[in-house]
């Protein structure tokens, strides 16, 4: 050891029961570990034992070569975690051989201590654990085995990395690992804040509109002046006829744009309005709202179109002043050979549907078969200048690249009206309907300086699911999916304005504007289904906290489960698709096609245009293989040339796909009952 004892720099003493531990160190590393024992003398303190640690075995060595070790040492650690009467005796012991200049307590890591590391740490470098300090490699540890511990070691890179940043900064261990345990400490769980922002726009006056006197008159009783994104439609062209797309905040009004647009253009004898929605809860809403609001000047019909065992369409007046439908209605119209009158303005609410997978081919031939429509009744009726458009989303990624294919003019207004405030906090599936619980509590119990309380919405991934946690909440909550008849759901709404229910628990059915004044959303699931959520998505549905005219501010909470999936197909795990939503850029809104999704659309250009579908398939959206879907159609027998056959025509009426259209041809050549036919459909698109 003599070698060793000439280069010693530094001598690190914990106490450890009645001895103590000694590391000796040399550049940084550990030379040796050694167990030293005082004893009292006449003299005070001195050494008494002096055993070399290897390994589990120990070698006694003479107690005078710790003096020796010592004096070679450049300088003496005594760790702060040692007793008082430890440390008494240590520089007693010291001062007795004329060392107590060398000597001086430090903070140091215990776990470090304990396992023969010396550690040094500080107030700026310490995480506190269970009332001690310990270094941050130690700190990381000890996450990694909570969260192993509590079920999710197998947290992806991104939570891990949050977890452990959040632990940094609040240099608090425990508070961390309650967080894992669904605690609720906003501190910990805020992730971050999107502000209030206010861009600045000359608001135009009402009264200086000289819209029609019946529209104008009741425009005046209810507003001053017009909202920024609505005041900015108009300076650019609304009431001129000029096509927009109208990118705005949830809750900023640009919902009133279209409105506005499209009744000015009717008591004009300008056309009808088509206001189209995806999904039929939105359209029963807006159809409603329309009675309502416009019902005294215009004359409002709606189409939802046709489903596959039974068509509905028998309400649907196509004379009507104003027609509110859902995409797949009013296309389920054309394909069908119903006249749609003179057409002034067609509004496409959510267009951002237009990347959707499954969804996204179906609005982007409906815009074109749309557009043909119009231009043919204008080429018949010299009379007639066809359609206004107005096209409205929250979220566009691509708002420039999508208003030129669009052919508008782009009206964009980065407002939020309120702020938000997103926290993230972990917890596995019967724990989150606790937290929400608690969540649901807090929010209801609170009341804005405007005088309502906090509602909230909990998006969830299934129909069963809302019904679980609606059942599982303390106050008052509904379920709300399109699974519910006509009457619950708008029993559903009707109580939640009136502040009767503290929550309502939905699946994809308000993520697309179904108005419900929430101040608070959280995410019981980051799936629609058996598919998660995508960036645009989820910032749809987060819009949703927080009105203006209601709310302080918005809350959305995320509760992830980590490690966890919904479905075998869903590559990713909960928790890194949190992360990536939070962190996400919106996607680019365009439509993409597979081979099935070119032929549905080519036939149903083909049954709407004739030879004039590679017109109309050249100005869709996204690029369609025109010869190949035309070859594959032949092939499968569906046109006649340029004209369905009466296979085909069954097909795009009931917007089947080529492979949805066999296996009915094939139960029907072996008798199945029909209720198994749509049965195995329902299961085959579960399956896609």
Known sequence: MSKQVQQVETIFCHETGDDYLVVVERDGKRLFRAKLGLSETSAGPRPAKFRLKQGSSEEPRQPDEFVELARRAKRIR?????SAAGRRDLREMLEGYQLEDKAKTVRTCRYCASAGRYSPITTETAVKDDNDWICRDCARQELERQLSFSGGGAVSGAAKERLEDLMMEVQDLERI???LKGQLDPDLTKFDTISATTDEVDPVRTDSLNLHPGLQNLLEDRFDTLLPVQSLSVEHGLFDGDDQLVVSATATGKTLVGELAGINRVLNNKGTMLFLVPLVALANQKYEDFQDEYGHLVDVSIRVGASR???EGERFDPNADVIVGTYEGIDHALRTGKDMGDIGTVVIDEVHTLKEEDRGHRLDGLISRLKYTCEQRATRRDDYGGAQWVYLSATVGNPEQLTEALEATLIEFEERPVPIERHVTFADGQEKVRVENKLVRREFDSESSKGYRGQTIIFTNSRRRCHEISRKLDYSAAPYHAGLDYKRRKEVERKFGEQELSAVVTTAALAAGVDFPASQV???SLAMGIEWLSVQEFHQ????????DYHDKGTVYVLVEPDTAYHNSMEMTEDEVAFKLL???MESVMTHYDEAAAVEETLANITVGGKAAKALNDRMLGEVPTKHAIGKLLEYD????????PLGQVVTEHF???????MILDGIRKDAHPYELVADLELRDTDL
């Open 78 to 82: 005594i760790s702060e975690q040692t």
């Open 177 to 179: 690992v309650n967080l």
């Open 309 to 311: 065992v039974a068509d």
């Open 522 to 524: 959280i995410f019981d």
């Open 541 to 548: 549905m987060l819009g949703r906290a927080g009105r203006p």
């Open 583 to 585: 962190k996400g850029e």
């Open 638 to 645: 569906f046109i006649d040339g340029f004209e369905p056959t």
């Open 656 to 662: 089947l796909e080529p492979g949805q259209a066999f």
